[in-house]
């Protein structure tokens, strides 16, 4: 039979197509090569203690990727054994776990592999996965009997009343109910493109349950004090209540109170820094009248024993006015000298001379012990100066005249420490006080001429004097 050349050209090209789809056929699909000759292939042992459900041809997965078949299944002497084929260009962990699950709930079981250890060597051909490390799923027919024990043991009525709550629960709620279903599926999508860190996250899950076991006593503290305080709330209510609802208005009228001091209430603040850090300061001295104050209290109170119970007991506190005076006597040491001393009867007010003034005598010495010279420096524990720069440099304090001299022009010694001195412009000397008025009485009348030239008479000084003398009578003009 003669063919026409287009017809010739037709059958070849219809060869050629043919071949090269059986081809692809036998590798891609039946992947004869893999199947007959193991191209491309390798076997692993995995022991099982049944076969259930597994089959030959069936799927091995690792990590969700087919990984390779089920070669055979066959039995030995203590389970099944299980033969792998598995693509020799993935590289599989050998620590890691064999599990037999189910597709769907008709059957179609496959192999799952989970890797324990990612940096484990891989598996190699002819490795056994031993029967410790491999698990199969239950037998369906006893989970069926199971579930099927259970549903018996549902009273019907309280499953009505279920299926009827359930209905009021979720009826209407379908676009919610879809959003979460949408929402669980782009979920499980992330889930499944991030699945590394996942298994990562699952892997290295345990040290955080282990410290939730590790607490589990502080967890249940923590939850009873939880139901104390919420017992104390319920019983409470009412109370809670009237705070919530009279708490608007107070937190108004403390809006309102914090409005009307802002105009001063900063500058309070800031005035109560400084004085904090004054407080900080001397902390120590604080803390120290704080210690004292009960003592000096207590012995305040007993002046009033004195005279408890005694013809003075209207007195109340017990009081002596000896006044121990010039015991010991004034030191002037470390003030003005006496030719710039002003006279007490001055009632004007001059401007401070510039110096440190205070008793210069020694610290040991008896005169003034509570002056400045006995400050403590509160910086410096154990050291006593009469002000803060001498406290706060390494300068002992140097007395004045070398001795325990309680009066005398300060000028008398060099000791290194400033002198006052009258402001400049300020006389050297002081004015003189205005003479005191002297008259002549005469005793046997009491009369005396006054500065203004008239004569008065003073009965109390003549003599005799009158018989009731009384110190209010002293304070009574002359007749």
């Not at 009343?161 to 959003?179: D, H, K, Q």
């Not at 709330?233 to 009228?253: K, M």
């Not at 002549?440 to 003398?469: C, H, K, S």
Request: proline share 9%.
């Amino acid at each position: 039979m003669h063919l026409h050349r287009l017809a010739k050209i037709q059958l070849a090209v219809f060869s050629v197509i043919a071949l090269v789809a059986m081809s692809l056929m036998a590798l891609q699909f039946m992947k004869l090569p893999a199947r007959f000759f193991g191209v491309g292939q390798y076997t692993v042992t995995v022991q099982l203690p049944k076969a259930a459900g597994l089959y030959a041809s069936g799927n091995v997965t690792y990590r969700g990727v087919e990984v390779g078949r089920v070669q055979s299944v066959d039995l030995n002497d203590t389970g099944v054994t299980a033969v792998l084929s598995l693509r020799s260009d993935i590289d599989i962990p050998s620590d890691l776990v064999a599990e037999v699950h189910s597709q769907s709930a008709i059957g179609e079981q496959y192999v799952l592999l989970l890797p324990r250890d990612g940096t484990a060597p891989p598996l190699r051909d002819g490795d056994v996965i031993a029967l410790a490390d491999t698990s199969v799923p239950p037998d369906i027919n006893t989970i069926l009997g199971q579930v099927v024990t259970g549903l018996q043991a549902i009273p019907k009525d309280d499953l009505k009343t279920t299926i009827n709550e359930s209905y009021t629960a979720v009826g209407g709620l379908g676009p919610e109910l879809t959003r979460i279903v949408h929402n669980s599926i782009d979920l499980s999508i992330e889930a499944r493109e991030n699945l590394d860190p996942l298994i990562a996250l699952i892997e290295q899950s345990q040290p955080v349950f282990d410290s939730q076991t590790n607490t589990s006593d502080a967890i249940q503290a923590w939850a009873s004090n939880l139901a104390t305080v919420t017992s104390e709330l319920r019983t409470h209510d009412e109370d809670i209540a009237g705070v919530l609802d009279n708490g608007g208005p107070a937190f108004g009228e403390a809006r309102q109170l914090i409005e009307r001091l802002q105009p001063t209430l900063p500058i309070l603040l800031a005035n109560l820094v400084s004085v904090g850090e004054v407080a900080l300061t001397y902390q120590a001295n604080i803390e120290q009248v704080l210690v004292l104050l009960p003592q000096v209290t207590a012995e305040a109170g007993a002046t009033f024993v004195a005279n408890r119970d005694t013809e003075q007991d209207y007195r109340g506190e017990y009081l002596s006015f000896n006044l121990n005076i010039n015991l010991p006597p004034p030191c002037t040491t470390g003030f003005l000298p006496a030719s710039q001393r002003r006279a007490p009867t001055f009632e004007d007010h001059p401007e401070r001379p510039p110096g440190d003034l205070y008793c210069r005598t020694p610290q040991d010495s008896m005169f003034n012990v509570r002056g400045a010279k006995n400050t403590p420096c509160v910086t410096r524990p154990g050291k006593r100066a009469p002000t803060v720069k001498l406290c706060e440099s390494d300068e002992q304090y140097v007395p004045l005249n070398d001795g325990n001299n309680w009066k005398g022009d300060p000028n008398a010694t060099l000791s290194g420490q400033d002198i006052p001195q009258l402001p400049p412009g300020a006389p050297a000397e002081a004015p003189v006080a205005p003479p005191i008025g002297v008259a002549p009485y005469d005793p046997a009348t009491g009369t005396y001429i006054g500065p203004d030239g008239r004569q008065y008479r003073q009965a109390d000084l003549a003599q005799p004097a009158p018989a009731e003398q009384t110190w209010q009578t002293m304070l009574l003009p002359p007749r």
